[in-house]
């Protein structure tokens, strides 16, 4: 299993961008799949995820509203649509993947997200 995130950069608060992360390896249909972030200095933190593809999704407080969690037909890739971005949510952004049953998780390499104010 191999988690491959983009879409990081840097934006004016405000702004929107998109991050993706591609999944390969296997089928990730019934996998859950999320976004974790990690300011400089703080323990890493949940954003959102997507239990399956086509079910439901869940969102940290801080970014419910502005953020939007999706996937792809064929479930293997997510995204994480930004939008109206603060200073706050500068961080590095990782994806995760979750084996079913056994809860065993796949991380991605992370994409760099910086918001000027």
């Known amino acids: 299993v191999q988690l491959q995130a983009s879409g990081g950069g840097l934006v004016q608060s405000g702004g929107s961008l998109r991050l993706s992360c591609a999944a390969s390896g296997r089928t990730f249909t019934n996998w859950a799949m999320a976004w974790f972030r990690q300011a400089p200095g703080k323990e890493r933190e949940f954003v959102a995820v997507s239990i399956w593809s086509g079910g439901s999704t869940y969102y940290a407080d801080s970014v419910k509203g502005r953020f939007t969690i999706s996937r792809d037909n064929a479930g293997n890739t997510v995204y994480l649509q930004m939008n109206n971005l603060r200073p706050a949510d500068t961080a590095d952004y990782y994806c995760?993947?979750?084996?079913?049953?056994?809860?065993?998780?796949?991380w991605g390499q992370g994409t760099q997200v910086t918001v000027s104010s």
């Open positions: 995760t993947a979750r084996r079913p049953f056994t809860g065993q998780d796949f």
